[in-house]
Nanobody, 124 residues
Framework: QVQLVESGGGLVQAGGSLRVSCAVS????????MVWFRQAPGKEREFVAT????????IYADAVKGRFTISRDNAKNTVYLQMNSLKPEDTAVYYC?????????????????WGQGTQVTVSS
């Protein structure tokens, strides 16, 4: 059984930093791409960042480029999202997901396993 468990969300002031993590169990983590999506209240889910299985390829949404960094530790079966210079518009539930294959892709239909989400709230 594949499980994805996010952690590290919380409340932070604008301009601050936060790191969220996603621990994966039940499959060979290093074989698959990973992604972070987010969903704000009343809005559709949106792509944030993705990383390929070996961490070579990374793609970011324009809204977070230069502020967020996606990384992974295959020895720990964990993917991270370091978020700096946070803005109130970054407030959302952040979800990680595991891909069907090794690549980095922003298409949500390529992701077969999803975590339960972690809330990130940025106050102004």
């Amino acid at each position: 059984q594949v499980q994805l468990v996010e952690s590290g969300g919380g409340l932070v002031q604008a301009g601050g930093s936060l790191r969220v993590s996603c621990a994966v169990s039940g499959r060979t983590f290093s074989n698959y791409g990973m992604v972070w999506f987010r969903q704000a209240p009343g809005k559709e889910r949106e792509f944030v960042a993705t990383i390929s299985s070996r961490g070579v390829a990374r793609i970011y949404a324009d809204a977070v480029k230069g502020r967020f960094t996606i990384s992974r530790d295959n020895a720990k079966n964990t993917v991270y999202l370091q978020m700096n210079s946070l803005k109130p518009e970054d407030t959302a539930v952040y979800y990680c997901a595991a891909a069907k294959g090794p690549g980095a892709t922003r298409k949500d239909d390529e992701y077969v396993y999803w975590g339960q989400g972690t809330q990130v709230t940025v106050s102004s």
